[in-house]
C-alpha cells in the first residue's frame, strides 16, 4: 500500500475534511513564512519518527536550511537524497548541510523526471512544491515510481480559506501587497489534493 501524507499548513494534526479547524484559529498571528514553516517542522517529523531503515529523497529541497537545523534529530542510519531543480539552491543546500555528513546527497532534478531507480525509497517529501510543477500528475507519477511498496509520500498544501486569512492580514499591515501564493492552492491544495493525488496513492491522510 502507498501512503500520501499531506500536511496543512496549520499542522494542527486534523484528519479528513470533517475534522479542519477554524483557518483564523489555526493561523492566528503567524506570517504565511511562519505557518509554511511549520508545515515543514511537521513534516519532517514525519521523517524523523517514521523509523524509515532505507533511503528518502527530499523533492524541491531549497536552501537546506531546514535539513541542517534538524539534521541531529535524523536517524544516523538513514540515507537522504537533496533534489531541487535549481543548481543554486542546490548549492546552498550543500553548503548549509556540508559534505561531511554521509547521510546527506544533492542531486538536480525536476520533480517530473526524477533521476532514481524505480521501487528506491522509503520516504519522498515536497513541501509546498507540487503546485510549481508543471505537470502535478507527472511528479506525482514519478514520485509513486521511485518510492518502494508501501512507501510513504510527504508533502504540503495550502487551502484557499488559510490563504484568504493569510492575505486579510497582511493587507491589514499593507492593503497593496498580493500575496504570490494565493492562488496556488488552486493548482494543488487541500480542497483538490485528495483528487489529485488519489489515482497514484493507496491511502490518503491529512493532518
Known amino acids: 500500500m502507498m501512503r500520501s501524507i499531506v500536511a496543512q499548513e496549520h499542522g494542527n494534526g486534523c484528519r479528513g475534511d470533517d475534522d479542519v479547524a ?4 489555526s493561523i492566528g498571528n503567524l506570517t504565511e513564512d511562519e505557518i509554511a514553516e511549520n508545515c515543514r517542522k511537521d513534516n519532517l ?3 524523523i519518527d ?4 532505507g533511503g528518502g529523497v527530499g523533492i524541491g529541497c531549497g536552501d537546506g536550511e531546514l535539513w ?13 537524497h537533496l533534489t531541487d531543480i535549481s543548481e543554486g539552491m542546490l548549492r546552498d543546500a550543500r553548503r548549509e548541510i556540508g559534505v561531511r555528513d554521509k547521510r546527506f546527497y544533492f542531486q538536480t532534478a525536476d520533480a ?6 524505480d521501487d528506491m525509497f522509503d520516504v519522498v517529501t515536497a513541501n509546498h512544491v507540487l503546485f510549481y510543477c508543471e505537470d502535478i500528475g507527472r511528479a506525482c507519477s514519478e514520485i509513486r515510481r521511485v518510492l518502494k511498496p508501501g512507501g ?3 508533502c504540503g498544501a495550502y487551502g ?9 492580514l497582511v493587507q491589514k499591515f ?22 489529485i493525488l488519489e489515482p497514484f496513492f493507496d491511502k490518503i491522510e491529512w493532518r
Request: hydrophobic share 30%; proline share 5%.
Open 68 to 80: 541542517k537545523e534538524n539534521k541531529e534529530k535524523l536517524p544516523k542510519q538513514i540515507e537522504l
Open 160 to 168: 484557499s480559506s488559510h490563504m484568504k486569512e493569510v492575505s486579510q
Open 152 to 154: 510513504t509520500f510527504v
Open 50 to 53: 517514521g523509523n524509515f531503515s
Open 112 to 117: 517530473c523526471k526524477i533521476p532514481y531507480e
Open 174 to 195: 499593507d492593503e497593496h501587497i498580493i500575496l504570490s501564493a494565493e492562488h496556488l492552492y488552486e493548482r494543488f491544495g487541500k480542497e483538490n489534493g485528495y483528487e
Open 22 to 25: 477554524n483557518p483564523a484559529e
Open 45 to 47: 517529523a514525519i521523517v
